[in-house]
């Protein structure tokens, strides 16, 4: 919404991200056993309070990139303390884990598949 000089007030961050289920319970589960996410059984989600220092993206990609499935509209990046400990966690819970991991002045990115099929990026910032 615009102020009365025409410049928008500005955003503060995310708040939230809303992903549809078939079953809503047992992805929230998905999570929560995979992550380490605690999803509220009786709402289906969660709180996530950010920390000194925390970064949120939000980017836009062409509709025609092949950086995730084109079938899905959304894909969520998850920050993470330990990528290499991330995927081996995930892959010894049988968990679908892409066997490519990118570096770059960015940080390490991987990804992995959420119950349902939705490509999830795992990302571990880089050292400051």
């Known amino acids: 919404m615009a102020d009365s000089s025409g410049t928008s007030p500005g955003v503060l961050g995310v708040g939230g991200v809303f992903v549809r289920a078939r079953d809503p319970a047992a992805l929230g589960r998905w999570y929560a056993d995979n992550l380490g996410i605690a ?3 009786g709402w289906h989600g969660t709180a ?3 920390k000194d220092g925390d970064m949120t993206v ?3 990609f062409k509709a025609e990139s092949d950086y995730f499935d084109r079938a899905q509209q959304v894909m969520i990046n998850w920050r993470v303390a330990d990528l290499d400990a ?3 966690w995930l892959i010894g819970r049988g968990v679908r884990v892409d066997d490519k991991v990118e570096s770059s002045e960015y ?3 991987g990804w992995a598949w959420d119950l349902e099929g939705n490509k999830l990026e795992l990302w571990q910032p880089p050292a400051e």
């Open 48 to 50: 996530l309070i950010a």
């Open 107 to 109: 940080g390490k990115f």
């Open 58 to 60: 939000f980017s836009m």
């Open 86 to 88: 991330m995927r081996a």
């Open 39 to 41: 999803i509220d059984p």
